[in-house]
């Protein structure tokens, strides 16, 4: 009988790793090299046919060699991605992640902790609760002790009313994030209406009709932002208790809602709030563009993706919250995973710390980053990419064939050539991803629809989105 594979983890796991990633390393670049741009080409069916086409039997009776089953699927996945790390590919707020981070990422695989008891990941479990804690504290501005090491001084002072204390939970992401704010609020509150803007994410009704909530109430959002105004007149016609869902970071253009005033009028109609700052939460890190976010500290809940503007590998959300008592109805007892007993003694419960069991310790990637860029690194690339964006207007704007929605307030742009329609423009765009020349994505604001470049690639250059405009601009129809 052969022996079984080699394990990851273990003192053994590096010895049987070794020879693989070099298998990987290799077909990444192969695979790379194949595509030659930032997707291939030919369109969904074209894809299609070469994946079925390159891998056959999905699950042979015989097996093949390790490496060889990595350099075929590996390389296949690799020519066949829309590459972030590729400077015209610029549709969406998927950032193209450090290497750094990918190598802890490596590390969290190979060693695949489960956060869902302490008994399965001892020290993931602390280096989860360190960086859940700082980063809170930069949410909230809180002085926790915890930031710096010192777990045990986090628990020393229970919150009071006078003094909470902020605490955070890891998500998959903006969506899980949102879901988890409407559920608290509906536990807390009882049967809250939501009342959200019409730039609000999508998440967050599907999050209502999950939560058996009522329809969210949308408020008009003019030019992209929350009006306070219309927020303040549907304070007054609304009974019961509330929830307003403002915008850090629209999806659409990157606009941020007036969260200081918003914040205000939450507090005079006794309502809670949350600030979905998936997208614009990046802004914490840099002392040039914090400002943008006065009033966040004053929300209820906050939600963070850095796998955005904090270019961690897929999934790196975070759920903020200004009281940690917030988090208690997510408590729950299963025996097997937090015993009464077990608790009692000392063993930590991670089991209300997600909405989810099995987890991985994605916390590791982001430990890393921050430990090796700090916080002046992080805010470095942040105001890089926003920079760049400000100079990727300035250049639509000065062009005589395109129009520039407005100056970007984030890393996004809309812009559109003059001579194409609407339908014009969506052809345009369809073209390019099926030649695989170009992601760019789209946006309909003010009845118009707009090319949308999100721009969170730090190497992206001016020379680059000089191409970028002369690509559109040679499919565009006269």
Known sequence: MSSPPPLAGGVTGPDGLRPLLAAVLGALAEGAAARGGPLPDGGPEAVELRVGKALGAVLPEQGHA?????????????????????????????APPLALAAAADLAASALNSSLD?????????????????????????????????????ATAEAPTPEAPTPDALTTTGGTESNQLALLLARELLGPVQVLAGANAHHSVHRSAWLLGLPEPVTV???????????????????????????????????????????????????????????????LLFSRTHRAKLAGIE??????????????????????????????????????????????????PDLLGRSLRTTRRPDILKTAVTWRALGRAGLGALVDQVCALALEFADVIDAHPGFELYDRPALSTVLFRPHAADDEALAHVRRTLLTEGRAVLGRARLDGRLWLKATLLNPHTSRGDLTTLLHLVEGHTPR
């Open 220 to 282: 008009p959002a003019p030019a992209g932002l929350l009006d306070p105004a219309a927020l303040d007149e549907a304070f007054t016609e609304l009974p019961g208790p509330k929830l307003v869902v403002a915008t850090a970071g629209t999806t659409d253009a990157g606009l941020i809602d007036p969260l200081d005033e918003i914040a205000a009028l939450c507090a005079r109609h006794g309502a809670r709030l949350h600030v979905d700052a998936a997208y614009g939460g990046g």
């Open 298 to 347: 004053r929300a209820d809940t906050v939600t963070l993706d850095l796998h955005k503007l904090g270019w961690q590998p897929v999934a790196a959300g975070f759920f903020a919250v200004r009281t940690a008592d917030d988090l208690r109805p997510l408590a729950y007892r299963a025996d097997y995973l937090n015993a009464e007993d077990d608790t009692e003694a000392g063993l």
């Open 117 to 153: 008891s302490w008994d399965q990941a001892p020290a993931a479990s602390v280096l989860e609760g360190l960086v859940t804690r700082a980063l809170a504290a930069e949410v909230y501005g809180a002085d926790t002790e915890a930031s710096e090491g010192a777990p045990e001084a």
């Open 66 to 94: 390790a490496d060889e089953a990595l350099r075929t699927v590996v390389a296949l996945m690799a020519s066949g991605a829309a590459d972030p790390a590729d400077p015209l590919c610029a549709a969406h707020l998927h």
